[in-house]
C-alpha cells in the first residue's frame, strides 16, 4: 500500500519548501484537440501553467477551437509545443497513439490520459494483453519519457465542473500513478491546482487500479473513499502479484 | 472557480422555434412489468408518434439501435408507417449512425421518407453513444474518424441533388452518379449530432448541416461555447448561419415526483445494465437529482418544471430546438403516452409562452 497513502502537501501544509515547488507552473503541452484536449487545455490555464496545444498537423486547422474553447492556449505544431513543455498531456483516442512517434516525447514528463476500452473503441493488438495496465505499454513504448497515468477515471464532461478549492468537503480526489517519484509530484501538483485531491500510486503497475472496470473510473469520491475503494481493489486483485 | 471561457449567452438565434421528441425505441414493459415484444414496441411507436402530431408536437425523431433492448433498427421504416397517419409533423432519425451505413441508402431512405411525407423528412446524423453497429456492419471501430469524415462529406454531396461525383478510401467512388428518388423541394433539413467533440462542431460548420448538441449528462451551459465555436466557423467560411438543436433525456408526468419517481429506477437500470460496456458510472439518486436540477441534462418532471428548464436553457445554447428524448427501458406505453401528451399540451405552449 505504499504510495497510496495521503498526499504529503495536503491543504494547510504548505511551508517555505512547499510555497517554492508552488510556484513552478512548467509550460503544459496538451497534444489532442478532440473531445478532452481543449478542456484539459482550459481547465490547466485556469490553474495558471502555459498551455500549448496540438493536434496532428498544421495548428491553423485548430486555431479557431483553441480561440473559441481554450482562450490563451496557443495552437502549436506538436513537434514546438512539446520542446518546450515541461509537462505533455497525450489527450488522443488509444487507436492514434501507435502512430504517435516516440522521437518527439523523448526526455519529457508525459501524461497518459488514455484508456483501453475495446466494448467503446475497439481490440487493438498494441494493449490488449492482459499481463499488463495500458499505461505500462505506453511506458514501453514511450522508452525514453517518463509516464505518469491520471485523468483517465474521469469524464472530460465532469473535469471542469467538478473542481472544487483545496479543503473543499466536496473536492473529488484524482488517482496519479507513476514509476518516477519527481514526475508523479509534478503531476499532482498540477491536479491539486486544477482543483482535485491527487491520490498518489508509486507505479504505473499500480496504476491498472484506476484503469476501467475499476471502482473508481468514473465515479466522484472523496479522498477517503477513493483510497478506501483502491485498497479494496488492490485485496481482491488475485491477478497482481 | 469560473467554468466556461466566457459566460456570456450565445447570440440569439433568428430561427424559429421548434419543440420536437426522440425515441430511441426502448422496450416498454406491460402491466405485470414484463418486457413486450420487438413487434409490439415497434408498433407502440407509431401510435406515439401519430399521438404527438395529434398534441401539436413540431418533430419527431427515431434513434437507430441495434441490440435487445433497443430494437429500432429501421428507424426509415417506422416513420414511413408515421407519415402514412400524419400531415403536418416533420420526422427524422436522432440519429442515423452515418459511419457504419451507405451516405447513399441514407440518402435514397430519407428522400424516399420525403416523398411519402410530402417534404417532412430530417436526418441527425452522428455516432449516438452506441457501438453495435461498428461489429454487426463488419466496421473497425479504429477506422471511426476517417469514415465519419468521408461519409459526412459525401452524404452532403448527396443532398444537393444532382449527379455526384466523389472520392474517398472507406467507400467506391462515383462518377456522375445519379442518385433517386430526387426531393421534390430541395434539400431536406440534415444536422450533425455533437456530444462533445469540438471537430465534429467544425466538421458541421464546413458542410452545412445544421448543429445538434447531444448533452446527455451534466451542466448544459458547457455547452455554450460550442455554439459560439458553430457561429464563428460559418462566419469564417463566409456562410450563413444554421440552426442548433438540443437534444436532451426527460420525462413529463402531473407532478414533479411522479416524474421522477417513474424515471429514476428505469434510468438506473438502463444505465447499471449499459455500464460495464459503456464505461459509465451507474447514476446515484443523488446523482440523478443533480441531473434533473436547473445545471444538469436531465427534463423531468411536472410540465411545468420542464418547460422551465427548456426555456432557460435554450437561450444559453443559442438554440431554437429542443427534442426531448422520452421514453427509457421498462416504463410502459401507457407512461409514454402520457408523457407525450404533457409535452405536446403543457410543456410546448408553455415554452413558447416563456420564450415569446
Known sequence: MAGMGDDDRGAGAAGPAATTILSSRPRTAVLGAGHTGPVLARVALAAGYPVSIAASGDPAKIALITDVLAPGAQARWAADAVADAGIVVLAIPLHRFPDLDPALLAGKLVVDTMNYWPPVDGVQAMFDDPAYGSSEIVQRRLARSTVVKTLNHIGYHELEDDRRPAGAPDRRALGVAGDDPAAVRAVADLIDRVGYDAVRLDSLRAGRLLQPGSPVFGVPLGRTEFTRALARTHHTDRGSS | ?356
Open chain 2, 1 to 356: 472557480m469560473t467554468s466556461a471561457p466566457s459566460a456570456d449567452p450565445v447570440r440569439p438565434a433568428a430561427f424559429p422555434l421548434v419543440l420536437g421528441l426522440d425515441t430511441f425505441g426502448d422496450v416498454t414493459h406491460d402491466a405485470d412489468d414484463r418486457p413486450v415484444s420487438h413487434a409490439r414496441t415497434i408498433r407502440d411507436i407509431v401510435e406515439q408518434g401519430v399521438l404527438a402530431e395529434q398534441v401539436g408536437v413540431d418533430f419527431f425523431g427515431i434513434g437507430e439501435h441495434h441490440t435487445d433492448d433497443f430494437p429500432l433498427s429501421a428507424a426509415d421504416v417506422v416513420l414511413g408507417a408515421i407519415a402514412a397517419r400524419t400531415r403536418r409533423i416533420r420526422l427524422g432519425s436522432a440519429v442515423t449512425v452515418l459511419s457504419s451505413d451507405d451516405p447513399v441508402r441514407v440518402f435514397q431512405r430519407y428522400s424516399t421518407l420525403d416523398a411519402v411525407s410530402g417534404g417532412r423528412a430530417e436526418v441527425i446524423l452522428g455516432r449516438g453513444s452506441s457501438v453495435d453497429s461498428f461489429p454487426l456492419f463488419g466496421y473497425d471501430l479504429a477506422d471511426y474518424e476517417q469514415l465519419f469524415e468521408e461519409k459526412a462529406q459525401l452524404f452532403a454531396e448527396l443532398r444537393k441533388g444532382g449527379p455526384v461525383t466523389w472520392k474517398g478510401t472507406m467507400r467506391a467512388p462515383l462518377h456522375e452518379q445519379d442518385v433517386v428518388p430526387h426531393t421534390e423541394s430541395g434539400p431536406f433539413p440534415a444536422w450533425i449530432g455533437v456530444g462533445g467533440n469540438p471537430q465534429s462542431v467544425i466538421r458541421a460548420a464546413r458542410y452545412d448541416y445544421a448543429l445538434m448538441l447531444a448533452i446527455i449528462g451534466g451542466s448544459p451551459a458547457r455547452f455554450a461555447p460550442f455554439s459560439r465555436l458553430f457561429h464563428q466557423a460559418r462566419t469564417q467560411l463566409g456562410r450563413d448561419p444554421l440552426p442548433i438543436g438540443v437534444h436532451s433525456p426527460g420525462h413529463v408526468a402531473a407532478t414533479d415526483e411522479q416524474a421522477r419517481e417513474e424515471f429514476f429506477p428505469r434510468y438506473q437500470e438502463v444505465i447499471r445494465r449499459v455500464a460495464r460496456t459503456r464505461g459509465f458510472a451507474v447514476p446515484t439518486r443523488e446523482s440523478f437529482l443533480r441531473e434533473v436540477g436547473p445545471h444538469g441534462a436531465l427534463y423531468v418532471g411536472s410540465p411545468e418544471t420542464v418547460a422551465r428548464k427548456i426555456a432557460a436553457n435554450l437561450p444559453l445554447l443559442g438554440a431554437n430546438r429542443f427534442e426531448m428524448k422520452y421514453g427509457m427501458g421498462g416504463l410502459s406505453h401507457g407512461a409514454l403516452m402520457s408523457a407525450i401528451e404533457l409535452y405536446g399540451t403543457r410543456v410546448i405552449p408553455r415554452v413558447r409562452e416563456l420564450l415569446s
